[in-house]
């Protein structure tokens, strides 16, 4: 299986804050990595797909980069509304895989 | 707007089988990945599989001998079985359309 090794695990943050979380894959994955927010009772959304590429909706706060193996989300001036828990997945390879998640929460 | 619905028994007790349905509506389940993804509670999400609309599966090889997804076309319905369950199987289980659509999930409690 690929391993998803995601950090930080926790994450205190200012509205108005950039923020940069970080996904590492055990193997090569192309592409084939996408962001998913999470909110306290609620499904995961995804953000962002092959990388980079928003989700229709989704503010252009948000951004992804990386390839390979090591991927980032970042957020710029963050808002209220995006203190929740982000998740990457890889679907390059069987088993998909999710990073542990990080936590993002209001300093 | 499409959506999609899960439902089945809230409560399962160990060693039965868990069941849960997806059910769509205002779309159509062809030519669409059906996954099934759980979170046991307090923790990270994990991929259980997907069936295809024509029935080709793919189930995480953790879980492979114990799962069974179908796909039931007439009626806009992907199925999730689960086999032999333990507390650990304990989670919010959700489905979603090619990892983009996803329901609002189903908790389902292994307890006797």
């Known amino acids: 299986d690929i391993q998803m090794t995601q950090s930080p695990s926790s994450l205190s943050a200012s509205v108005g804050d950039r923020v940069t979380i970080t996904c590492r894959a055990s193997?090569?994955?192309?592409?084939?990595l996408g962001w998913f927010q999470q909110k306290p009772g609620k499904a995961p959304k995804r953000l962002i797909h092959a990388v980079s590429i928003l989700q229709d909706g989704v503010p252009s706060r948000f951004s992804g980069s990386g390839s390979g193996t090591e991927f980032t989300l970042t957020i710029n001036s963050l808002q209220p509304e995006d203190f929740a828990t982000y998740y990457c997945?890889?679907?390059?390879?069987?088993?998909?895989?999710f990073g542990q998640g990080t936590k993002l929460e209001i300093k | 707007q499409v959506q999609l619905q899960e439902s089945g028994p809230g409560l399962v007790k160990p060693s039965e089988t868990l069941s849960l349905t997806c059910t769509v509506s205002?779309?159509?389940?062809?030519?669409?990945?059906w996954n099934w993804i759980r979170q046991p509670p307090g923790k990270g999400l994990e991929w259980i599989g997907y069936i295809y609309s024509t029935g080709k599966t793919y189930y995480n090889p953790s879980l492979k001998s114990r799962v069974i997804m179908s796909v039931d076309t007439s009626k806009d319905q992907v199925s999730l079985k689960l086999t032999s369950v333990t507390a650990a199987d304990t989670a919010v289980y959700y489905c979603?359309?090619?990892?983009?659509?996803w329901g609002q999930g189903t908790l389902v409690t292994v307890s006797s």
């Open positions: 997945l890889q679907h390059r390879s069987y088993p998909y895989t």
């Open positions: 979603a359309r090619e990892l983009q659509l």
């Open positions: 205002g779309g159509s389940i062809s030519a669409y990945y």
């Open positions: 193997q090569d994955i192309i592409n084939d």
